[in-house]
C-alpha cells in the first residue's frame, strides 16, 4: 500500500513539474526567435546606411518582471576618424569635403555646422566641424521605431510571457566607447528605454485598444549623459569602489574603478564589475572569504554559495550610501548595475541591476519608512543564467 502511494505521488509530482519545465523552455525558444527578429527590424531601419558597430541582440527573462531585449550601447554611435590631414571617414565611408555625401550617409539629416575649417593650399577641400548629437538622435529614432514594431506586430512570439509581465528594450548595461575626429565633436552617450505591458498588447491583439492608443501605451525613456559635475554622484563611486575591494567584501570584489554615468531627467548610473576568485594554473583563490587551491567544482560551489549573499548586502548598501546623495530630483533613479564574476552552469544571473526612486532614498534617510519597506522598493532586474 505504501509503495502505491509513494507511486501516486512521485507521479504527481512529475505532472505537476513538467509543464513548467517545458513552459520555461519554450519560454527560451520563443525569446530566441524574438531576439533575430528584433535584430532584423532594427537593421531593416537603417538599410544600407548602416553604422559601424555590430549589432547583437540579447534578450533574458526574469519571472515577475518580464522580458528584456538589450543591445549595444554603441550601435547609435556613429564612427568618425581622421585619416591624415585631409581625409574624414564615417561609418566606413570616406566623405572628405562631401557635404552632400554626408547627408546621404546620415539619411538626408540635418547636420549642424558649428564652424568651418578651410585647409590652406592649392587644391586642399573645404573642411567641416558639425555636431554628431543630430546624427545620433535620428539613430535612436530608428531603434525606438524597430523596437515600436516588434512589440506591436511581434509581441505574440513570446507566448508564455505573463499577461502582467513587460516586453523591454534597451541599450543599458554596458559601458560606452566612443570614437570620434578631432573634426566632430563627440555625441553624448543616450540612454534609450522602449517598454510596454504584455496585456496592453493583449488588448490591442484583441482589438480592444486601436493601434494609435497602443502606441500611447508605449513607454519611451530617451535620454543623455551631462557633463556637469557633482560631488555627492562621486561620493558614492568612491564609496562603493572601497567596498567591494578585496580585503572588504566578504562576497565577489572589483578591480579596475567604479564609474558612473549622469543622465538627464533619469537619475544616475553605477557600474560594476565583480569577481569571485583569482586563478592560479589549475586551482583558484578566493581572497574575500581567503579560501586557497580550489579546483573548477570547489569553486564554483562557492561562487554560487556566495551570489544570494552579494545581492542581499548590495541592496543594503544602495539604500545605506544612497541616501547621501542630494543632487536627484524625486522622480529620479539611483541605478547600480552589476557585471557578474564567470561561473558556468552555477545558475547565478551574469547581470544585476537595482533601481530605486530618490524620493525613497529621502523618505528612509528621513525615517519616514523602514529598512524594510524601503527593500521592498528596490526594482530588481536579473540578467541570462550562466
Known amino acids: 500500500m505504501k509503495s502505491i502511494i509513494c507511486m501516486l505521488t512521485l507521479s504527481t509530482f512529475i505532472a505537476v513539474s513538467t509543464p513548467a519545465q517545458e513552459d520555461m523552455s519554450r519560454m527560451d525558444r520563443d525569446i530566441k526567435v524574438a531576439?533575430?527578429?528584433?535584430?532584423?527590424l532594427i537593421r531593416q531601419q537603417f538599410q544600407a546606411e548602416r553604422t559601424f558597430f555590430p549589432l547583437d541582440v540579447e534578450?533574458?527573462?526574469?519571472?515577475?518582471?518580464?522580458v528584456t531585449f538589450r543591445f549595444p550601447a554603441n550601435y547609435t554611435t556613429p564612427l568618425t576618424i581622421t585619416l591624415g590631414d585631409n581625409r574624414i571617414v564615417l561609418d566606413g565611408d570616406d566623405?572628405?569635403?562631401?557635404?552632400?555625401?554626408?547627408?546621404?550617409?546620415?539619411?538626408?539629416?540635418?547636420?549642424?555646422?558649428?564652424?568651418?575649417?578651410?585647409?590652406?593650399?592649392?587644391?586642399k577641400p573645404v573642411r567641416h566641424r558639425f555636431n554628431l548629437d543630430s546624427v545620433q538622435n535620428v539613430y535612436n529614432e530608428k531603434v525606438v521605431e524597430a523596437a515600436r514594431i516588434f512589440m506591436l506586430d511581434y509581441h505574440e512570439l513570446l507566448s508564455q510571457l505573463p499577461a502582467n509581465e513587460k516586453i523591454v528594450v534597451t541599450n543599458r548595461g554596458e559601458q560606452p566607447r566612443v570614437w570620434v575626429s578631432r573634426f566632430m565633436t563627440s555625441p553624448q552617450r543616450t540612454l534609450l528605454e522602449v517598454e510596454a505591458l504584455k496585456?496592453?498588447?493583449?488588448?490591442?491583439?484583441?482589438?480592444?485598444?486601436?493601434?494609435?492608443?497602443?502606441?500611447?501605451?508605449?513607454?519611451?525613456?530617451?535620454?543623455?549623459?551631462t557633463e556637469a559635475t557633482e560631488p555627492d554622484l562621486e561620493l558614492l563611486a568612491t564609496i562603493l569602489n572601497r567596498l567591494y575591494r578585496s580585503d572588504l567584501s566578504k562576497t565577489y570584489f572589483i578591480e579596475g574603478n567604479v564609474y558612473f554615468e549622469r543622465l538627464k531627467n533619469f537619475g544616475v548610473v553605477y557600474y560594476l564589475k565583480v569577481y569571485s576568485s583569482n586563478q592560479?594554473?589549475?586551482?583558484?583563490?578566493?581572497?574575500?572569504?581567503?579560501?586557497e587551491n580550489l579546483d573548477q567544482a570547489a569553486r564554483d560551489k562557492k561562487v554560487k554559495e556566495l551570489y544570494p549573499q552579494f545581492e542581499k548586502e548590495l541592496k543594503e548598501n544602495m539604500l545605506e550610501y544612497g541616501r547621501t546623495l542630494k543632487s536627484l530630483a524625486d522622480n529620479e533613479q539611483l541605478v547600480i548595475n552589476v557585471k557578474l564574476t564567470r561561473c558556468t552552469n552555477c545558475?547565478?544571473?551574469?547581470?544585476?541591476?537595482?533601481?530605486?526612486?530618490?524620493?525613497?532614498?529621502k523618505d528612509y534617510a528621513s525615517g519616514k519608512i523602514t529598512k524594510e519597506a524601503a527593500l521592498d522598493k528596490i526594482t530588481v532586474k536579473k540578467g541570462p543564467q550562466q
Open 95 to 123: 566623405v572628405s569635403g562631401k557635404m552632400e555625401m554626408i547627408e546621404k550617409k546620415l539619411d538626408r539629416v540635418h547636420v549642424e555646422i558649428d564652424d568651418e575649417i578651410r585647409l590652406k593650399g592649392p587644391g
Open 59 to 66: 534578450g533574458s527573462y526574469q519571472p515577475g518582471y518580464g
Open 280 to 291: 592560479r594554473g589549475d586551482t583558484y583563490d578566493m581572497p574575500t572569504i581567503k579560501m
Open 199 to 225: 496585456s496592453d498588447l493583449n488588448q490591442y491583439k484583441s482589438g480592444k485598444l486601436t493601434r494609435e492608443q497602443m502606441l500611447k501605451r508605449i513607454t519611451v525613456v530617451s535620454t543623455q549623459t
Open 35 to 40: 531576439e533575430n527578429v528584433l535584430q532584423t
Open 347 to 361: 545558475g547565478i544571473p551574469a547581470s544585476l541591476e537595482l533601481l530605486i526612486r530618490s524620493n525613497i532614498l
